[in-house]
């Protein structure tokens, strides 16, 4: 058979289980079928017991065969073969499995070995947000918003890097002790991190951020009533009247998701750039150029940083761009690419409120090196941005913008700001979930307004706002 060891078949006759060290990784060209029969069973009780019988049923299996030739097997070619050897450990052992849970057992070892082991069923399933694991005996999922505990367990935290080491080396990275933070992606797009000892302290910790393939669109947040229907008609009218837009919203609050629908209005003619760290973003437009950035290599050479993203960019010719995440010296380029005849550019960062995404903006500038003064920079901001959208995750794990926000000027030293669309909330019902409204602040005429009548939108603009209602 295949991948059988020629000589040693102890494993399978041995009364007690054999002691084999931890066993080495597994090279695999190709990750498993990302469905596995395990997925069921994400939520079921496991016991101590049946870890023990895994465990014992694991190291016989690798006495038996030897894992790396099946690196070079179609994945269900590769299953088979795994399939019928640990039938045949579990009746030589006699171990007492109803075939439900012997199935689950060998799809479980399965995709230890070909997989990504015990995070296969998360990853299998659409609705999670967020994966995070935190060593090998705690993982956690972000599902409907709600962050939960999962019974999932690593067998110890050499399979946890065992698996962390095989995510990231489909990207040419390497984690380890002298490179122990690494960002990577899985051949479906989800956005990894790894962050691996000494430098995390009890065991690897890794974070996925799983990629949805149906990108939630416009209409989707109004039914979430993430946003009003007369509020999204506005942002509809801001991302189509190639105003310049930040949004700004903390960490999972919906800012990519958003940037996303927001892209969705803009004109199939025009060309446009978007940069990322991890490429997110799905623009349905056919005249795109998608950039990414590029960490250093192994010995510390080859960066590409987002700044020089965006510098590039200028020389594409862009109509728009694009930048999925706004956190250094690019912030520099990307405003001047927004006053220099780039309209309708948009980026995202990580703040609280318009506010501090202004200041944001004004640190970001600062820190890059740019010894401009401090009013230079805040006139850049108020000729570059026009809108802020602001997203937030409230407290009962939903998402809302919670103002849209238009930078008008300033005064004195001051930025000016007025906000067009506010979250107003109204308390929480019997649930904890919280209650509130979407209100328009009665202005009529928001600065865009010209802009729109460009565009032959002003109409809609002032329905919509009427909409809004007070
Ligand atoms: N309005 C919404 N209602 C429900 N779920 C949402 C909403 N917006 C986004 N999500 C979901 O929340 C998760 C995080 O969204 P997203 O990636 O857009 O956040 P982010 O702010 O860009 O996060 P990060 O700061 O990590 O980049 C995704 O799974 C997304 O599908
Ligand atoms: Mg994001």
């Not at 997989?115 to 409907?144: Q, S, T, W």
């Not at 510390?300 to 020089?308: I, L, P, R, Y």
């Not at 912030?331 to 309209?343: E, P, R």
């Not at 506010?355 to 570059?384: C, D, W, Y």
Request: glycine content about 8%.
């Amino acid at each position: 058979m295949f991948g059988k060891r020629q000589s040693n078949n102890a494993a399978l006759s041995a009364p007690e289980p054999a002691k084999v060290e931890s066993p080495k990784p597994v090279e695999v060209a190709q990750p498993a079928p990302q469905a596995s029969t395990s997925a069921a069973s994400t939520s079921s009780d496991r016991s101590e017991e049946y870890y023990e019988t895994k465990a014992t049923i694991f190291n016989a299996l690798f006495e038996t065969i030897d894992v790396s030739a099946l690196a070079g097997m179609q994945p269900d070619r590769a299953r088979q073969e795994i399939r019928v050897i640990v039938d045949e450990i579990i009746a030589i052992r006699n171990v007492r499995l109803s075939v439900a849970e012997q199935n689950q057992l060998i799809s479980e070892i399965c995709d230890d070995i070909l997989g990504y082991g015990p995070l296969e069923p998360l990853l299998a399933r659409d609705d999670i947000a967020d994966i995070m694991v935190n060593g090998a005996k705690h993982v956690f999922i972000e599902a409907n918003g709600k962050m939960q505990k999962t019974n999932i367990r690593f067998r110890d935290n050499q399979q946890l890097m065992n698996i962390c080491q095989r995510i990231v080396s489909q990207v040419g990275r390497r984690v380890d002790e002298a490179s122990p933070i690494c960002d990577a992606r899985l051949l479906d797009g989800s956005r990894v991190n790894v962050i691996a000892p000494p430098l995390s302290i009890d065991g690897p910790a890794l974070t996925i951020r799983k990629f949805k393939k149906d990108k939630l669109k416009l209409e989707d947040l109004v039914n979430f009533k993430s946003i009003s229907p007369a509020g999204a008609k506005v942002l509809q009218i801001i991302g189509a009247c190639q105003c310049n837009i930040v949004i700004s919203g903390g960490t999972g609050s919906g800012k990519t998701t958003l940037l996303n629908c927001l892209t969705g209005f803009i004109h199939p003619d025009e060309r446009i750039i978007t940069c990322e760290d991890a490429a997110e973003l799905q623009l349905q437009q056919p005249h795109v150029v998608r950039l990414e950035t590029r960490p250093p290599n192994l010995e510390g050479k080859g960066k590409v940083s987002m700044a020089d993203l965006v510098k590039n960019c200028l020389r594409m010719r862009p109509e728009r761009i694009i930048v999925g995440e706004v956190r250094g010296p690019e912030a520099f380029d990307l405003l001047q690419a927004m006053n220099t005849g780039h309209d309708g550019s948009m980026g995202t960062l990580h703040a609280n409120s318009p506010r501090e995404a202004l200041s944001r903006l004004e640190s970001m500038i600062t820190m890059g090196g740019f010894s401009l003064p401090a009013k230079t920079i805040r006139e850049m901001i108020v000729g570059s941005v026009d809108v802020i959208v602001q997203a937030a995750r409230l407290r009962d794990g939903s998402r809302r913008i919670t103002k849209v926000t238009e930078v008008i000027g300033m005064e004195g030293d001051v930025i000016v700001t007025q906000d067009l669309i506010v979250y107003e909330m109204d308390g929480e019902d019997a649930q904890g979930n919280i209650i509130g409204e979407h209100k328009s602040t009665g202005i009529a005429r928001p600065a865009f307004w010209d802009r729109a009548r460009y565009f032959n939108l002003e109409k809609e603009l002032a329905e919509a706002l009427d909409a809004a209602g007070g």
